[in-house]
């Protein structure tokens, strides 16, 4: 049997290893790594002479985790994950093997959702963990989960191990993202989109225009599940990577 492929999982804004943390343990047998999207101010910096403009950039914190990549691989990310793949593709396209998306979007944001993370930018140089958590909770969720305490301390620990800092930076990077939904017909390797049915940030009508737009993509629905799926309904997420890998 050929050898399997090499998986990167990126996380998205505010969270770390811990989202996909079923997910790993699933393909324990393979060699999968989490990525590291806090945008370090060191990143951008050794990227071959790729521009990235900056360390605050989506484009630089895909220039790092492509320095430190297998030669070729699959990759998925969730939200600011999703941002970094698109990121990824344009960067080096021939490398991936296979796409995929989970609870993101490839258009840029909209004038009320730039100044929603512009306050949230505010609230993090002022280390407001607590408020930045109370203002993302309920949105971040299945309404059906709210109450959900287990699940609550892991997105809130998950805040704070990223810490202020690299929130910051994580915020500014999605601000100055470009719109990839040019890009999506040009992504050709066997491509995954999986969303939460109840997800508000990136609600399932914008992974069915991503899925439509790309050549071979699946689209998964999750349900029980908002903006986290892997978190909220980890077993379907695994299933559908596993289908997706397998293709």
């Known amino acids: 049997m050929p050898e399997a492929l090499p998986l990167i999982l990126v996380p998205g804004l ?7 943390a079923a997910q ?7 060699d999968i790594v989490v990525a590291d999207t806090s945008g370090q101010p060191t990143s951008g910096q050794d990227t071959g002479g790729q521009d990235t403009g900056g360390p605050d950039t989506i ?15 699959a990759v998925a990310g969730l939200s600011m994950g999703g941002y970094v793949c698109f990121e990824l593709w344009r960067q080096a396209p021939q490398r991936i093997a296979r796409f995929g998306l989970i609870d993101t979007q490839a258009r840029p944001d ?25 203002a993302l909770w309920p949105r971040l969720i299945a309404p059906g989960r ?22 910051v930076r994580q915020q500014r990077a999605i601000l100055g993202r470009i719109d990839s939904r040019p890009i999506l017909p040009t992504i ?19 992974a069915r225009e991503m899925a439509d737009a790309m050549p071979d993509a699946e689209l998964v629905v999750v349900p029980g ?22 293709r």
């Not at 505010?14 to 996909?20: G, P, R």
């Not at 009320?112 to 930018?121: E, H, L, S």
């Not at 390797?189 to 399932?204: E, M, S, Y």
């Not at 978190?231 to 299933?239: G, M, R």
């Open 188 to 206: 050709t390797v066997p491509a995954l989109v999986v969303v939460g049915a109840d997800d508000q940030i990136t609600p399932p009508d914008l």
């Open 225 to 246: 599940a908002g903006h986290l799926s892997p978190l909220e309904n980890p077993d379907a997420v695994t299933a559908a990577l596993v289908r997706w890998l397998a």
């Open 59 to 73: 484009a630089a914190i895909a220039a790092d985790i492509l320095a430190a990549a297998p030669p070729r691989f």
């Open 146 to 167: 709210r109450e959900d305490r287990a699940l609550e301390i892991v997105v809130r620990r998950m805040l704070q191990q990223v810490g202020a800092e690299a929130f």
């Open 14 to 20: 505010a969270c770390t290893a811990e989202l996909f």
């Open 24 to 30: 790993t343990a699933a393909f324990a047998s393979r």
């Open 110 to 134: 909209t004038p009320a959702a730039a100044d929603v993370r512009k306050r949230m930018i505010e609230l993090g140089e002022e280390g407001q963990l607590d408020k930045i958590h109370e």
